[in-house]
C-alpha cells in the first residue's frame, strides 16, 4: 500500500513484475492478480511481463455481457472507485458505470480498510453497503460490481439488492478454464 498510498504506479507495476517473474520461473503459463486496484499499474507491466495476464475488469465486463447487464455500479477501494481500471474496461465493452457519491466512497473505503481487511464484518456495514447498492440502484444500475476481495465476506448476493458481480470469483473462474481450457 505505500506505493498506492503515494500514488506511485511505477512502483506497484514493479513489484508485479517481481512476483510475475518469480511465478514465471515457478513455471506459471499465465498470470491473474485478485487485488482490484493495483490494475491500475497493469498498463505498465502487460508488455513487460514474462507471462500473459488475465485482467480481472476485463472478466466482469465478459460476465456483463453474458448477464445482459449494461449500467453497473462499482464499488471498491476509494482508489479503485476513483481510478481508470473498471471505466477503460467498461468502455471498451460498451457498458455504463457509476460510482457512488464522494460520501459514500470514504464508507466504502472506510469499511474495507478498517472493519473488512481486519475480519470485522458488522450489521451496520452490511447494512451502509445495502443502502449505497439501493442508490446504485435508484440511478438505473442493473447489477454492482464487488471490486474488492473483501466486499464479498460482506454483502452475499442474497444480502445485495443488486445482482452482484464478485471481481474475485470471475477473476478465479476465468483462471480456471484458461488453465483447463
Not at 62 to 71: I, N, V
Not at 122 to 129: D, H, Q
Request: glycine share 4%; proline share 6%.
Amino acid at each position: 500500500m505505500q506505493f498506492i498510498y503515494k500514488n506511485d504506479w511505477v512502483g506497484v507495476a514493479e513489484l508485479m513484475l517481481s512476483s510475475a517473474d518469480k511465478l514465471a520461473k515457478a513455471g506459471a503459463d499465465f498470470l491473474i492478480c485478485p487485488d482490484n486496484t493495483i490494475h491500475q499499474a497493469f498498463d505498465l507491466i502487460e508488455h513487460r511481463s514474462p507471462r500473459p495476464w488475465l485482467h480481472i475488469a476485463q472478466e466482469v465486463a465478459l460476465e456483463a455481457q453474458r448477464r445482459g447487464f449494461r449500467r453497473l455500479g462499482i464499488m471498491g477501494t476509494r482508489y479503485l472507485m476513483e481510478g481508470p481500471v473498471y471505466p477503460e474496461e467498461f468502455q471498451q465493452a460498451d457498458l455504463n458505470y457509476v460510482i457512488p457519491d464522494r460520501q459514500q466512497r470514504e464508507d466504502i473505503n472506510r469499511i474495507i480498510m478498517d472493519e473488512l481487511v481486519n475480519a470485522q464484518f458488522t450489521p451496520a456495514s452490511v447494512a451502509r453497503f445495502q443502502e449505497i447498492i439501493r442508490s446504485l440502484a435508484a440511478k438505473s444500475c442493473d447489477a454492482v460490481v464487488l471490486g474488492c476481495t473483501e466486499i464479498p465476506l460482506l454483502i452475499t448476493p442474497e444480502l445485495s439488492p443488486l445482482p452482484t458481480l464478485d471481481s474475485t470469483r470471475l477473476l478465479a473462474r476465468a483462471a480456471v478454464l484458461k488453465a483447463i481450457g
